[in-house]
């Protein structure tokens, strides 16, 4: 199946000054959301995006890497790219991620995880002026016979991973008890919500952006440092980054390989839909355990 087309034109080595400030960038993640030191993000941010700044121009005036040429005009520098991947970054870091159902933090997650999304588009769009960020819904066309039958495999492992992992190690504990049918719309509704901006903000944005200067495997797992970072504060924890990090890689090559937000925000809810039945088997006592092979807590 062939390259996006904005990628496809492009010149990205494996070695290069870019890889630098993008992983200070990166590695904000993990200083935001799992270490919960957000000074030490700001600092890493700042050192990324001047790093980018004062690489990009020396790298222009020795004659080293040039952006290449897409799109019929020149291609941004990784200032660019990197900017709008720590302006998401500092908006999500803005509030707690822990899992919470009542109206104001279901209200400041919207806010938060949707401008996250909206800023980065807007600035690409409309001040930068190209289409960085694209949420191609459809792709590649129709479904294969594969890719229906990994939609089938994500139920099956997800069946038979997720309530040994959230049961065994405590980590459903992370979310907050759902016991009545209010409370479990909510989390109905949250868990499929979050699902769907991680791929909206990790694949379609930060993968996105980051493709545009590294190869495919660099850009992924650049990519994953992020989305693994934000779901250890989301509540997976413990032995969690075993399942998360696999996750995430998997979810960066798909849509690489699919070009369809459609489907990877599918396989995102299937797994989530077991999350959920997951979370609510723990926190109800009897209530599902004839579904899953982990009884109750």
């Given at each position: 199946?062939?390259?996006?087309p ?7 080595p ?5 890889l630098?400030p993008?992983?200070?960038?990166c ?22 995006l001047?790093?980018?700044f004062l690489?990009?121009?020396?790298a222009l ?17 990784i200032?660019?790219d990197l900017?709008?991947?720590?302006a998401?970054m500092?908006?999500?870091s803005?509030?707690p991620l822990?899992a ?7 209200l400041?997650f919207?806010?938060a ?6 800023v980065?588009y ?10 960085a960020?694209?949420?191609?819904w ?8 594969l890719?229906?039958?990994w ?17 065994t190690?405590?980590v459903?504990q992370?979310?907050p ?5 209010d ?11 979050v699902?769907i901006?991680?791929?909206l903000?990790f694949?379609?944005t930060?993968?996105a952006l980051?493709?545009?200067h590294?190869?495919?495997v ?12 934000f779901?250890?504060?989301l ?8 399942l998360?990090?696999?996750?995430a890689?998997?979810?960066?090559y798909?849509?690489m390989r699919?070009?369809?937000l459609?489907?990877v925000?599918?396989v ?11 979370l ?16 109750s807590?």
């Amino acid at each position: 199946m062939p390259a996006l087309p904005e990628v496809a034109t492009l010149h990205r080595p494996a070695l290069s000054y870019k890889l630098a400030p993008a992983i200070l960038v990166c590695l904000a993640a993990p200083a935001f959301f799992v270490l919960l030191l957000p000074w030490l993000g700001w600092v890493l941010l700042a050192a990324g995006l001047v790093s980018a700044f004062l690489l990009e121009r020396r790298a222009l005036q020795v004659g080293g890497e040039e952006p290449a040429a897409f799109e019929g005009r020149r291609a941004p520098g990784i200032l660019r790219d990197l900017s709008l991947i720590a302006a998401g970054m500092l908006i999500v870091s803005a509030i707690p991620l822990e899992a919470e159902l009542d109206n104001i933090a279901m209200l400041r997650f919207t806010v938060a995880l949707g401008g996250a999304v909206l800023v980065p588009y807007l600035i690409s769009r409309f001040v930068y002026r190209d289409y960085a960020i694209r949420f191609p819904w459809r792709g590649g066309g129709r479904w294969s016979a594969l890719q229906w039958g990994w939609l089938v495999g994500v139920l099956v492992l997800g069946w038979l991973i997720l309530p040994f992992y959230f049961i065994t190690s405590g980590v459903y504990q992370n979310w907050p008890v759902v016991d009545t049918p209010d409370l479990i719309a909510r989390l109905f509704v949250g868990v499929g919500a979050v699902g769907i901006w991680d791929e909206l903000f990790f694949i379609c944005t930060c993968f996105a952006l980051l493709r545009r200067h590294f190869p495919d495997v660099q850009a992924n797992v650049l990519q994953a440092i992020i989305f693994v970072s934000f779901l250890w504060e989301l509540g997976y924890r413990a032995w969690g980054p075993v399942l998360t990090i696999p996750f995430a890689l998997l979810q960066g090559y798909i849509f690489m390989r699919t070009r369809s937000l459609a489907y990877v925000v599918t396989v995102h809810l299937l797994f989530d839909a077991v999350v959920f039945a997951v979370l609510v088997h723990a926190h109800n006592p009897g209530l599902l355990d004839g579904l899953f092979f982990v009884p109750s807590p």
